[in-house]
């Protein structure tokens, strides 16, 4: 276990003046524990009782040291069973102050070593929850600042009378003013994702039709790349029960990533299909594609694929980090999972939804009426 620093550091070390013995570890029961600290104690007062008689010690003399060993024997194993609260209110002590990377020794096999062990679960899941924090401030400020900097500095250069307020001007400054807003709508989505689970409006979806939709939406802000979609869906009426926005976010994220790392001119692939009890939606580009190793942490919020790789010069628009995240979200809430699919040429994102709907537990449903 590391040492917390300040107070709490100071007085672990008071504490460990005295040994931390702990031979009661392996008993499995604090109850038997107790009961074998009572006997070991009257055994060890009797046996020095009976050694001091049998030497003629008196007993003026023998029952005293009787019962001071007897209790510095008590005091050696009580602290023994009692070490781990100790440490484990240092522990709490200290991450009140914001250090979540202490562990509390858990070696006893009974309450109180469970108990520890979830402590440690516990600040393990703290020290990490802390961490994702920290990331998400930091990440949060760089991707509003960009735009916010690129928009401030357009309309100073327009005020300025440093570059006349163009067509050109003006789109590129709408451009960053988009960028922003598709941000801030990402943060109120990933905080319905901090929320937990909400309730999903199931209805049937003609699988069609809805990717022809959200292709048709997306097309109209691909950053101007000149972009083909190819919609294919077999058999052409294939349906599936889902929340259809919800279902909408998750095709409309992947179509903003896969618009991202195109190439200009390039081809965007919409294939659905079923397989077994379940309807299949991958949506294909034609971009540098994603690295093995990047591939589960990509879901991860504010995650990104490595500088090897999904670099494109019309990257640079502004990827957030958090719309597959979304996407893995507004998936697991129907009971489905996302993956990357290997391909030989660009990157294709496949989800898979069961036909009928089977939410997650914990997932309340709703009919459309």
């Given at each position: 276990?590391?040492?917390?620093?300040?107070?709490?550091?100071?007085?672990?070390?008071?504490h460990?003046?005295?040994?931390?013995?702990?031979?009661?570890?392996?008993?499995?029961?604090?109850?038997?524990?107790?009961?074998v600290?009572?006997?070991?104690t009257?055994?060890?007062?009797?046996?020095?009782?009976?050694?001091?008689?049998?030497?003629e010690?008196?007993p003026?003399?023998?029952?005293?040291l009787?019962i001071?060993?007897?209790?510095?024997?008590?005091?050696?194993?009580a602290?023994?069973?009692?070490?781990?609260?100790?440490?484990?209110?240092a522990?709490?002590?200290?991450?009140?102050?914001?250090?979540?990377?202490?562990r509390?020794?858990?070696?006893?096999?009974?309450?109180?070593?469970q108990?520890a062990?979830?402590?440690?679960?516990?600040?393990?899941?703290?020290?990490?929850?802390?961490?994702?924090?920290?990331?998400?401030?930091?990440?949060?400020?760089?991707?509003?600042?960009t735009?916010?900097?690129?928009?401030?500095?357009?309309l100073?250069?327009?005020?300025?009378?440093?570059?006349?307020?163009?067509?050109?001007?003006?789109?590129?400054?709408l451009e960053?003013?988009?960028?922003?807003?598709?941000?801030?709508?990402?943060?109120?989505?990933?905080?319905?994702?901090?929320?937990?689970?909400?309730?999903?409006?199931?209805s049937?979806?003609?699988?069609?039709?809805?990717?022809e939709?959200?292709?048709?939406?997306?097309?109209?802000?691909?950053?101007?790349?000149?972009?083909s979609?190819?919609?294919?869906v077999?058999?052409?009426?294939?349906?599936?029960?889902?929340d259809?926005?919800?279902?909408?976010?998750?095709?409309?994220?992947?179509?903003?990533?896969?618009?991202?790392?195109?190439?200009?001119?390039?081809?965007v692939r919409?294939?659905?299909?079923?397989?077994?009890?379940?309807?299949?939606?991958?949506?294909?580009?034609?971009?540098?594609?994603?690295?093995?190793?990047?591939?589960?942490?990509?879901?991860?919020?504010?995650?990104?694929?490595?500088?090897?790789?999904?670099?494109?010069?019309?990257?640079?628009?502004?990827?957030?980090g958090?719309?597959?995240?979304?996407?893995?979200?507004?998936v697991?809430?129907h009971g489905?999972?996302?993956?990357?699919?290997?391909?030989?040429r660009?990157?294709?994102?496949?989800?898979?939804?069961p036909?009928?709907?089977?939410?997650?537990?914990?997932v309340?449903?709703?009919?459309?009426?």
């Amino acid at each position: 276990m590391r040492e917390p620093h300040g107070p709490q550091g100071k007085a672990r070390k008071e504490h460990r003046r005295l040994p931390d013995v702990r031979p009661l570890d392996p008993v499995r029961s604090i109850k038997t524990k107790l009961g074998v600290l009572v006997v070991a104690t009257v055994t060890f007062a009797v046996l020095i009782t009976w050694v001091g008689l049998r030497n003629e010690l008196g007993p003026t003399r023998t029952f005293p040291l009787a019962i001071f060993l007897s209790l510095v024997l008590t005091q050696l194993l009580a602290r023994g069973m009692t070490s781990p609260l100790r440490d484990m209110t240092a522990a709490a002590q200290a991450m009140a102050d914001g250090h979540y990377s202490i562990r509390v020794r858990a070696t006893s096999r009974d309450e109180v070593g469970q108990l520890a062990e979830a402590f440690n679960m516990m600040a393990a899941d703290l020290h990490n929850s802390d961490k994702i924090r920290r990331e998400l401030i930091a990440n949060v400020s760089h991707e509003l600042r960009t735009p916010v900097a690129a928009l401030q500095a357009q309309l100073e250069n327009m005020v300025d009378g440093v570059t006349e307020p163009t067509k050109a001007s003006l789109e590129l400054a709408l451009e960053q003013t988009e960028r922003l807003t598709r941000l801030v709508t990402y943060l109120l989505d990933l905080s319905r994702v901090e929320a937990g689970a909400s309730a999903l409006v199931l209805s049937d979806v003609a699988v069609g039709d809805f990717l022809e939709e959200c292709a048709q939406a997306v097309s109209m802000v691909d950053a101007g790349k000149g972009l083909s979609y190819v919609v294919d869906v077999t058999p052409p009426d294939l349906s599936l029960e889902a929340d259809a926005e919800r279902l909408r976010q998750v095709v409309t994220n992947l179509l903003q990533n896969a618009i991202r790392h195109s190439p200009h001119g390039g081809t965007v692939r919409l294939d659905a299909y079923p397989v077994d009890d379940t309807v299949v939606i991958e949506v294909s580009d034609e971009g540098p594609g994603i690295a093995p190793e990047d591939r589960e942490r990509i879901f991860e919020r504010f995650a990104r694929g490595s500088s090897a790789t999904r670099v494109h010069s019309g990257s640079a628009s502004g990827g957030t980090g958090i719309g597959l995240a979304i996407v893995r979200w507004a998936v697991d809430l129907h009971g489905g999972h996302v993956e990357v699919a290997d391909t030989t040429r660009g990157a294709t994102m496949r989800v898979t939804l069961p036909a009928v709907a089977r939410p997650a537990p914990g997932v309340t449903t709703e009919s459309d009426a």
